[in-house]
């Protein structure tokens, strides 16, 4: 039987077949005699099969055919088209070329995911000289990670009567591409007012599509009295199943000025591709405060109807102020801690809330708040750390009176330079922080027991205690040991994520590294880090930065 497809010698199959490596093949000592012997019976009645199309040969870079001369099989093309989602029939003819009845199993192979497949196989009986059509059925499924383009495929037919024999036909299945754009807006901020009159919002865009896209983003509002723009680049490339954060910021330059109730702006933001074509759009909208709303303009109408009322009433709150700035504020019961900080000149030592017998203290108890004009604390006016903290006095100058380390005692300066040094630390900032995490109250115990000059955690003192060789978590010289060498942990762990820096490395201390990391992971900065994290780094870089 002739025909013009290519003859592929060998019995070679695609490397990456998934189905056809699981078809079953019969031993060599069950193969039949009739195996190696050529049919003695030609079928005229084939139509179809002496003349293939050379247009449905194979291209150069398709899975190469393997023809057979007892089963003999065609396709009506070599190329076929397919949208996601939907299905494309393959009719299969198989001819039985042989003087027995065979049975055929037809099913695909090549670089094809098992989803694509309706039916893994499909399979008839032939008797010999019969000829049937079969057909396989693709379906690749309509998400991102069906890749649009061409995808090299064969035909595949064998016969389990015959494990020899093998009909191998290429073709191309080319998968249309499809777009599909998800845009949502997130991070609604709160009402414009005068006081605020620029909102940042973030844009989220994720490519569903199976194919890139180059999107540029185009925002405006429905007044003129406010606009829209992207701090950062316009224009995207989004690859399927990519998805990004893209800034927007909504500046509203004119507030009404009289009105009962606030009013709604109404903003838009769309997608579009390179060709102009909207890939997606989304409306939002924000409240807009008037500068004079229902409150002012109930006072203004009091003020002007009743005069007399009016400057009564000022008198009276004039006089509440004079006596409330009069009052000084209550002190905190119990006796003064000693004094190892100094803060500015126009702000008052603060007291401790507990005494060395009770070294615990509640997690409402006051902090003191550093003046960010002055230095915070100065070397020769730091007493020296010892084994169990510092003893308080009442009215006396504070005294060690804890055992001295060896080599003589020294001063918390000199305690924060020795450590530092053996873990390439800014001293300066350890100090910062032992004053911001505890106010250098060695017995400082939090209620998440959180202890000593750092407050370090129980689960942190358990791993890194024993690295350094403390067991004291109230002794100042140990509880910075253990602080410092897991600053030095963290900040390792953040270089090898691309943060070296100082900031990271204290707010991974005080957030947790985990929560940091992922954070970091999702694409989060330091703009938009939590207030409280990076007030934290900031505070204590800057009151380092005070120290001589």
Not at 200 to 205: A, G, I, N, Q, T
Not at 243 to 256: C, E, G, I, Q, W
Not at 265 to 273: D, E, G, I, Y
Request: hydrophobic fraction near 45%; charge should be negative.
């Amino acid at each position: 039987m002739q025909t013009d497809d290519a003859t592929f010698s060998g019995d070679e199959t695609h490397p990456t077949t998934r189905k056809a490596l699981n078809m079953p093949v019969a031993p060599p000592d069950s193969l039949s005699l009739e195996c190696g012997e050529p049919p003695v019976q030609e079928f005229d009645e084939l139509s179809g099969v002496d003349a293939i199309s050379s247009e449905n040969a194979p291209h150069a870079w398709e899975i190469p055919d393997r023809l057979d001369e007892v089963l003999i099989a065609t396709l009506p093309a070599r190329r076929w088209e397919v949208e996601p989602g939907d299905v494309v029939a393959l009719p299969v003819t198989v001819f039985n070329n042989s003087r027995r009845k065979l049975s055929a199993r037809v099913y695909v192979e090549g670089w094809l995911d098992e989803r694509w497949m309706v039916e893994p196989y499909v399979q008839a009986s032939l008797e010999p000289g019969e000829r049937i059509t079969l057909e396989l059925n693709l379906s690749p499924p309509r998400h991102a990670g069906t890749e649009a383009g061409d995808h090299p495929l064969a035909v595949v037919v064998r016969s389990p009567e015959e494990p020899l024999r093998m009909v191998r036909l290429g073709f191309t299945l080319r998968v249309l591409p499809f777009k599909r754009l998800a845009l949502e807006v997130r991070g609604m901020p709160g009402p414009a007012a005068w006081w605020r009159r620029a909102l940042d919002v973030s844009v989220r865009l994720s490519n569903q599509g199976n194919c890139p896209l180059t999107v540029r983003l185009e925002g405006w509002t429905t007044t003129l009295a406010a606009s829209l723009r992207l701090p950062g680049s316009e224009t995207f490339i989004l690859p399927p199943g990519g998805r990004l954060h893209a800034p927007l910021r909504l500046t509203v330059h004119r507030l009404p000025w009289i009105g009962l109730h606030s009013r709604e702006l109404l903003f838009t933001v769309r997608a579009c591709s390179d060709e102009g074509e909207t890939l997606a759009q989304v409306r939002r909208s924000v409240e807009v405060h008037p500068i004079l709303g229902l409150w002012q303009l109930a006072a203004i109408g009091a003020l002007g109807t009743v005069a007399a009322a009016s400057a009564l009433l000022l008198v009276v709150v004039s006089v509440l102020l004079m006596r409330y700035a009069a009052t000084p504020p209550p002190a905190v019961a119990g006796e003064p801690a000693p004094a190892v900080i100094v803060v500015a000149l126009n702000q008052p030592l603060a007291s401790a809330a507990a005494s060395s017998s009770a070294p615990a203290r509640s997690a409402d108890a006051p902090r003191l708040q550093p003046d960010p004009s002055a230095p915070l604390v100065l070397p020769d006016q730091v007493t020296a750390p010892g084994s169990g903290g510092p003893v308080r006095a009442l009215a006396a100058p504070y005294t060690d009176v804890s055992a001295p380390p060896p080599g003589g005692p020294m001063t918390y300066a000199q305690m924060f330079q020795t450590i530092a040094a053996q873990y390439d630390l800014d001293w300066r900032m350890l100090a910062a922080q032992a004053y911001v995490e505890s106010g250098f109250d060695s017995l400082a115990l939090s209620s998440a027991g959180a202890m000593g000059l750092m407050q370090v955690l129980p689960t942190t003192w358990r791993e890194w205690a024993p690295v350094v060789g403390v067991n004291d978590p109230f002794d100042s010289y140990s509880n910075v040991q253990v602080a410092a060498i897991y600053l030095d942990y963290l900040r390792t762990q953040l270089a090898r994520q691309g943060r070296p820096e100082k900031e990271w490395m204290l707010v991974a201390y005080h957030w947790g590294i985990d929560r940091l990391s992922a954070f970091l992971a999702e694409g989060g900065d330091w703009q938009t880090l939590p207030e409280l994290h990076r007030r934290y780094a900031e505070d204590i870089l800057r009151i380092a930065r005070t120290l001589p």
